[in-house]
């Protein structure tokens, strides 16, 4: 069956490859599209996942929040009160504010600070996006992080040593991350008083509340008892913070919206342009078809063979498709995009490349069954 599928592959090479490459477009664009998205989602959660997540499984927030990219001030009273909460171990605060950044070339950026405490610096830098310097280096006054791509983003250089101003206040770059990257925006991090220092943030106030839980503690426990005892805020499990803000983003910007349509379209177009290339191949050959029927090949038979033709389309545009991505994805690396082709997406696309290549092939099928064997002869 295999071979003969091949061989008719092979006897119209130039609707052929007309599949293949419709197939390999169509994925390429599919997976280029929810590559994407993906990143920014993970991007849009910033905050969490360049966070040190040793510093605690709950973060306190406004009781308005659902948008960690958006925060209220929070008394920092409450960073004592909720140690009194059974089940808590400990309580870190964490200041975001937004700033300005101004460079020696002139070029000024807005930024968003983010500023905690050592030893554990719980609203970040995570130790594992530190590329050059080390984390402790942010107890000194006037010191911050700097973004290797904030640097190409901003065309200029943050280097260790590199003065800047904030807000008009000089400061200096003492540890370098990559990938803590912000939605939108430039994420530098360092302690709590350089934050407030350089923000004019409030001595009295703070933005987030990271809550440690002890080891025998159930969180989401922990969680309903500090909601039930202080009603100024609201306790989230970072996991589901970080799903709020991109449910919330998504649907204020119409990310999702704009992003899903790209990929329908894909589908729908991959679907019917190889729908009609396959059809228009099964009718160049519809007397070897016919010639098939008639010495006795039933159309259980022929349907088998459009149906591995179809599969085999699908194997080779794949495979095409997916060296593309991985090529596409090495090379937006080097800008910041960082794309991940993760197992889960890689079994999607191909569960895509069946539908749109072996449900394209339902248009020759259907012609097909309709066809009578005598009428090749005629």
Sequence with gaps: MIRTAIKFMRYDRSKSIGIIVGIVISIFLIGQQLGTLSFITEVMGGLMNN????????????????????????DS?????????????????????????TLPDGKSSPIVLIGSDAPVFAGGPNKTKIIKGKRFSLTQTNTVSAEYFDAKALNTELSLGGPLEINGKHATIAVETKNAQAFGGHYMYANLNNARFYADFPS????????????????????????????????????????????????????????????????????????????????????????????????????????????????????????????????????????????????????????????????????INKLEPASVFK
Excluded: C
């Design 51 to 74: 966070a040190n997540p040793q510093s605690g499984q709950i973060w306190v927030v406004g009781k308005a929040t659902q948008n960690v990219n958006v925060l209220t001030h929070l």
């Design 204 to 367: 009295h106030k703070v933005s987030i509340i990271a809550v440690k839980t002890s080891q025998e503690a159930n969180t989401q426990q922990v969680v309903q008892r500090i909601n039930k005892t202080f009603f100024s805020v609201k306790a989230w499990q970072i996991d589901q913070l970080k799903e709020s803000t991109i449910k919330k983003l998504l649907s204020t910007t119409n990310m999702g919206v704009s992003f899903g349509t790209l990929v329908i379209f894909a589908i729908i177009t991959g679907f019917f342009i190889i729908g009609l290339t396959l059809y228009s191949a099964v009718l160049d050959r519809l007397k070897d078809y016919g010639t098939f029927k008639a010495i006795g090949a039933t159309n259980g038979y022929v349907r088998k063979l459009i149906f591995t033709q179809a599969i085999l389309f699908a194997l080779i545009g794949f495979i095409i498709a997916l060296g593309l991505l991985i090529a596409f994805k090495q090379g937006v690396a080097q800008a910041g995009l960082i794309i991940a082709l993760s197992p889960q997406l890689i079994i999607l696309l191909f569960i895509i490349t069946l539908f749109i290549s072996v449900g394209g092939s339902l248009f020759a099928i259907r012609k």
């Design 77 to 101: 009273r409450l960073v004592r009160e909720i140690r009194s909460i059974k089940g808590v171990e400990n309580t870190y605060p964490i200041v975001v504010a937004n700033a300005s950044i």
